[in-house]
């Protein structure tokens, strides 16, 4: 069963800094597409930035380009967003998943997940 656990939320100022993270469970970054998607408030969910599984090859949405970034560690099975100058918008539910192609991020391969994690709440607010 894929399954993944993200961490690293909460509240910070606006032109602040977060550091999210997310584990994989069951599937290896190794072999797979993996992004992070989120959702505000009365809003669907969005994918935002998605990273390749051999090449490193990124994907950004409009909405965070210049400002989040996206990264892995293998060792650990762990995917990371780096959200610098944060946005009173980007406060939101942020969930990560293999599923970039899925969400028209391009980038793949996807696989099936289990269910979605709990997420991780940010919360942006002057």
């Known amino acids: 069963q894929a399954q993944v656990v993200e961490s690293g939320g909460g509240l910070v100022q606006p032109g602040g800094s977060l550091r999210l993270s997310c584990t994989a469970f069951?599937?290896?970054?190794?072999?797979?597409?993996i992004g992070w998607f989120r959702q505000a408030a009365g809003k669907e969910r969005e994918g935002i930035s998605c990273?390749?599984?051999?090449?490193?090859?990124?994907y950004y949405a409009d909405s965070v380009k210049g400002r989040f970034t996206i990264s892995r560690d293998y060792t650990k099975n762990t995917m990371y967003l780096q959200m610098d100058s944060l946005k009173l918008e980007d406060t939101a539910t942020y969930y990560c998943?293999?599923?970039?192609?899925?969400?028209?991020?391009?980038?793949?391969?996807?696989?099936?997940?289990?269910?979605w994690g709990k997420g991780t709440l940010v919360t942006v607010s002057s």
């Open positions: 069951g599937f290896s970054l190794d072999y797979f597409a």
């Open positions: 990273i390749s599984s051999s090449d490193g090859q990124t």
């Open positions: 998943a293999p599923l970039c192609a899925a969400y028209g991020m391009g980038l793949g391969p996807d696989t099936a997940l289990e269910s």
